[in-house]
């Protein structure tokens, strides 16, 4: 057996197919990895430590938020790019094709179904992209960790350090804010707004605030007096008020330190916060396509476990109003629950499914 991975464009979409890469190669399952040459693909592949044992790159082309004539003529340019992935599917003897989303997705997706190739769909987000939408008819098996109707439902594949680091929330001494790799604009102006009200409370601050607003954030904080730990470690067995960081890869243990967060809801984030049994207030990107980011959150918003404002809501809330709004939860109900909801090993049932349906 051998597994084509196909899709990406964006980080949601490229964590899935690195993980089910991963997967696979855990299993001794041979992998081809088909991404395109625009967003982040190659930056992610194009390198020794991807998991694939082979990947390509073909010149995919976004179809939403085109005019009508760019609709068609990224169509067309999406078919014409999938003979070449058509041919590269069946140079490597792909028995099994598995999108995982985005505009990356099309040429993978279109060669896989033009080569009558067993065809899959991961779905991340609680809204179908379009992209996935126009293929799932052609889908043997429909994945999602979102109740969709004809779906296979499965965990969301997520690092397990996730769930190492879990642990049932009791009372609030330290907030997370996450904006992500790229920080978020809007949860940096409200983590400043926050500060002053969190010092008086003696709750403490970790702030993702991505490379751009590093500085100035920076420098906003220690306008306001904060003490500063210069890491992780630091902030751990120390009493600084605050640790402030770009970026980091032990998103993991920062989680598992953390009572609360504040964050974006794309799915990856979501779910690697549920898992850890992380309390959360969501405040969706406005702009994801077809307002994912809110159903994301409002999935676990109408069972009782998140918060969620709008970026509209949080110029409407006093400071005063958005701490009492975190006071009033009951944290360790929240966080139980959590746990109770998520699940390990997301990408092993995907790829035991695939594996299933060739071998019956």
Same mark, same amino acid.
């Given at each position: ?27 001794? =399952? ?116 979102? +109740? ?22 009791? +009372? ?15 949860? +940096? ?124 809501? =949080? ?29 390990? +090993? ?15």
């Amino acid at each position: 057996m051998r597994i084509a991975i196909t899709g990406g464009g964006t980080g949601g979409h490229l964590a899935i197919a690195k993980a089910l890469g991963q997967e696979c190669k855990k299993q001794g =399952i041979p992998t081809l990895y088909i991404g395109g040459t625009k967003g982040q693909d190659k930056q992610w592949f194009d390198n020794a430590e991807a998991p694939f044992e082979h990947v390509a790159f073909l010149e995919s082309t976004p179809v939403v938020n085109q005019s009508f004539l760019g609709k068609w003529s990224a169509l067309a340019q999406n078919i014409t790019e999938s003979f070449k992935a058509k041919k590269l599917l069946q140079e490597h003897n792909i028995t099994a094709c598995i999108s995982v989303g985005g505009f990356s997705a099309a040429t993978g997706s279109f060669g896989a179904i033009f080569s009558s190739i067993p065809f899959f769909i991961h779905e991340q987000n609680a809204c179908i992209g379009s992209l996935n939408r126009l293929l799932k008819p052609f889908a043997k098996k429909f994945f999602s960790s979102f +109740n969709f109707s004809g779906a296979t439902i499965v965990p969301y594949p997520i690092n397990n350090a996730f769930f190492a680091t879990q642990r049932i929330r009791t +009372n609030l001494q330290t907030i997370a804010f996450f904006g992500g790799s790229q920080g978020a604009k809007a949860i +940096n102006a409200l983590a400043l707004q926050l500060a002053p009200l969190l010092k008086q409370y003696n709750i403490r601050i970790l702030h993702q605030t991505g490379k751009l607003d590093y500085a100035d954030t920076y420098q906003a904080y220690k306008a306001q007096g904060l003490s500063f730990a210069h890491s992780l470690d630091d902030f751990k067995y120390n009493n600084a008020d605050i640790f402030i960081f770009d970026f980091s890869t032990q998103m993991a243990e920062l989680m598992g330190i953390a009572d609360f967060c504040i964050s974006r809801s794309g799915a990856s984030s979501l779910w690697e916060i549920a898992s850890n049994g992380l309390p959360a207030l969501f405040v969706p990107y406005p702009y994801a396509a077809k307002n994912h980011q809110y159903f994301n959150a409002k999935n676990l918003v109408d069972k009782g476990l998140a918060l969620l404002y709008t970026q509209n809501d =949080i110029t409407q809330k006093t400071p005063q109003d958005i701490i009492a709004d975190i006071q009033h939860l009951n944290l360790t109900q929240i966080s139980h629950t959590l746990l109770q909801e998520t699940r390990q +090993n997301g990408t092993k049932d995907i790829i035991d499914s695939i594996t299933q349906y060739l071998t019956t």
